[in-house]
């Protein structure tokens, strides 16, 4: 039986088998995988279906063959429930999801975000992060620690060997979750961090005549996984005819965005346009 015709129980158990062939510690490959040894565990004895991150994070892991990787994504995109509710990484401790979202980035060389609803994580401050995490209801330690992991994970922007596109909407720059003055300070970020020889940050204008709707959020890593947001769950996709969809519509939005310099001054006229609010009496 090849390994994309497994079904969820054999894919635990080849995945146990690929572990204890390897010679690896559980808790190594765990860590690496961003998992719990816990977790882990129950993967491997089928007592829980592994997501696609998971069977990625622990084949990354193991440094499988590539064919064999592939064979195994395959299995694990028809045997695993492809769509996770919020409520559920909100169970498993949001900082943890953090944690599992910079494995998959750490992998990726080309990484294409479409949002349309905040400031994308990997471009938020601070202060940013704080308020959308604080609006789910979390206890003060684990917003603390969900703030810290988000923002560990922007060094990656920093790395000079991978590229990032992000694509947002015009509408993202003026939802108001700071202070005017707090979120001026996350629009001179978004102007600051464009100007990075592997950022390109795309903005597109309430203006500019659509031939497509915004939809939901979603992100592409290289060509390989696509994850989507819905307001109550993630859905995750390794197939290729799903993945050329959503970079079909990231070009389409490309191609009206504005770029570089007319998107820097754009940004600046809605940060100015914040500004005077602070000297009304």
């Known amino acids: 039986m090849g390994a994309s015709q497994l079904n969820k129980e054999d894919l635990s158990a080849a995945l146990r088998e690929l572990r204890e062939t390897s010679g690896m510690p559980a808790k190594a490959v765990a860590r690496s995988a961003a998992m ?3 977790k882990l565990s129950k993967i491997e004895n089928g007592h829980l279906a592994p997501s696609l991150t998971d069977v990625e994070g622990i084949l990354t892991a193991l440094q499988v063959p590539a064919e064999v990787k592939a064979g195994f994504i395959q299995a694990a995109r028809l045997a695993a429930t492809e769509a996770t509710a919020w409520r559920l990484y909100r169970r498993m401790g949001p900082h943890k999801k953090q944690m ?24 938020q401050t601070p202060e940013y992060v704080r308020a959308v995490v604080g609006r789910r209801n979390h206890t003060p330690e684990e917003t603390t620690r969900t703030v810290g992991a988000r923002l560990e994970r922007q060094s990656a922007l920093y790395d000079s060997g991978r590229s990032f596109h992000f694509l947002i909407t015009e509408s993202v720059l003026r939802w108001r979750f700071l202070p005017p003055v707090m979120m001026a300070g996350q629009l001179d970020r978004l102007v600051s961090i464009s100007r990075l020889a592997n950022v390109q940050i795309g903005v597109v204008p309430l203006s500019a005549s659509q031939a497509d709707l915004p939809g939901t959020p979603f992100c592409i890593f290289d060509e390989r996984l696509a994850t989507v947001e819905t307001p109550h769950a993630e859905i995750v996709t390794t197939d290729p005819r799903d993945i050329g969809t959503y970079i079909a519509k990231f070009h389409g939005f490309t191609r009206v965005a504005m770029h570089d310099d007319e998107m820097r001054a754009f940004v600046e006229c809605v940060r100015d346009e914040l500004l005077p609010e602070q000297e009304m009496p």
């Open 36 to 38: 719990s040894p816990s």
């Open 100 to 123: 599992q979202i910079q494995a998959v980035e750490a992998q990726t060389t080309i990484l294409r975000l479409f949002q349309c609803s905040a400031i994308p994580g990997l471009l």
